[in-house]
């Protein structure tokens, strides 16, 4: 949306400038139309003693008419002549304004993309951080239970069954050790179900963890990246070698 809105206001800037240039072009042209000089008539001065015969004022007035006849067929120069070179002026200068509006919305918007490629690496820095803490509580909690799971199975031992039951007075000594047996077996059940739950949780961890190990990757590469062409284009512009880093923009903490 913010894309849009900046395209939006690149076509109304460049729809200003040239129509500012046909404005100044027209204003030229109107100056110059006010400026052309109207050809007037030839002035005509007789001595002031000799007077002229009636055939030598004939002779006058006609070249005195061939004159003006002479004066009037030259044509006007048309209101529409413009001065090339003035008007190539003009559109270098508005090409040039262009260009610049464009250079400055291309790093705006070059600018908006690095902020929003940091944050998504904040993110993704925050969930592989999220799911290690996850996976360390379900390799302990797994490691636990197959403790307790080794220890059942050496309890279920007949044996171990046998001398465990042996310090209670009954007549029915057998049916002491089937329930003893009973509750390991149950416990031992219990414990295999919770085993199995938590191995798959510890797998889709695990996956999780190298998708989000894998972003993170590639959000770096990417930066590295542009922060690599904005160095190039620096040094191509002011012919420079400085290999100074270009600063990032800082993202927004993630809450962890």
């Known amino acids: 949306m913010a894309k849009n809105s900046i395209r939006r206001l690149l076509t109304m800037v460049v729809a200003l400038v040239l129509i500012a240039g046909f404005m100044l072009v027209d204003s030229n042209a109107q100056k110059r139309r006010r400026r052309r000089r109207t050809p007037s008539g030839p002035r005509i001065n007789n001595p002031a003693i000799y007077q002229p015969s009636p055939t030598e004022n004939s002779s006058g007035d006609t070249s005195n008419t061939t004159d003006t006849n002479t004066n009037d067929a030259q044509p006007a120069r048309p209101a529409t002549d413009q001065d090339p070179e003035a008007m ?54 797994e490691a636990e239970m197959a403790a307790r799971t080794e220890e059942l199975d050496y309890a279920l031992k007949p044996e171990n069954i046998e001398r465990s039951t042996a310090g209670y007075g009954t007549t029915h000594p057998e049916e002491l050790r089937d329930q003893r047996k009973r509750q ?72 962890r």
């Open 88 to 141: 190539k002026k003009t559109i270098r200068t508005l090409s040039t304004q262009v260009d610049k509006l464009s250079d400055k919305i291309n790093q705006m918007e070059e600018n908006q993309r690095s902020l929003v490629d940091l944050e998504r690496l904040s993110r993704a820095e925050a969930r592989s951080s999220t799911l290690r803490t996850e996976l360390r509580d379900v390799q302990a909690k």
């Open 184 to 255: 390991l077996e149950s416990e031992k059940a219990r414990l295999t179900k919770q085993l199995d739950q938590f191995a798959t949780s510890r797998t889709r961890l695990e996956e999780a963890i190298a998708t989000s190990d894998a972003e993170v990757e590639r959000l770096r590469k990417k930066l590295d990246a542009v922060d690599e062409a904005a160095i190039q284009n620096a040094k191509t512009k002011d012919g420079t070698t400085t290999t100074e880093p270009v600063a990032r923009p800082t993202p927004t903490p993630y809450p």
